[in-house]
């Protein structure tokens, strides 16, 4: 049975930051893209960022780049999303993903876990 769990969230004041980790069990953790989401209370899942297999490709949102970095351990079956410079508007459940494809770029994904809670104070 695949589980991943997120864990790193908290509450921290705006201009602060956090490192988010999400560990997979139950799957060759080395063939599959890792995936960041996020959900705001009221809002539509939002896709954050993502790293293949390999870690050698990396994909963030737009609006994400500069204050948010995917990285991912192999050997540790670990994925990890540091973000700086919090803001408010960065509220929200930050989920994981484990996703075969197609590309790193794609919202699919095959597995997901049960999110961590960010709250960011003004």
């Known amino acids: 049975q695949v589980h991943l769990v997120e864990s790193g969230g908290g509450l921290v004041q705006a201009g602060g930051s956090l490192r988010l980790t999400c560990v997979a069990s139950?799957?060759?953790?080395?063939?599959?893209?890792m995936k960041w989401f996020r959900q705001a209370p009221g809002k539509e899942r939002e896709f954050v960022a993502a790293?293949?297999?390999?870690?050698?490709?990396?994909y963030y949102v737009d609006f994400m780049k500069g204050r948010f970095t995917i990285s991912r351990d192999n050997a540790k079956n670990s994925v990890y999303l540091q973000v700086n410079s919090l803001k408010p508007e960065d509220t929200a459940v930050y989920y994981c993903?484990?996703?075969?494809?197609?590309?790193?770029?794609?919202?699919?994904?095959?597995?997901w876990g049960q999110g961590t809670q960010v709250t960011v104070s003004s």
């Open positions: 993903a484990a996703s075969s494809g197609p590309t790193i770029r794609s919202t699919a994904y095959n597995y």
């Open positions: 139950g799957l060759t953790f080395s063939n599959y893209d």
């Open positions: 790293i293949s297999s390999s870690g050698g490709s990396t």
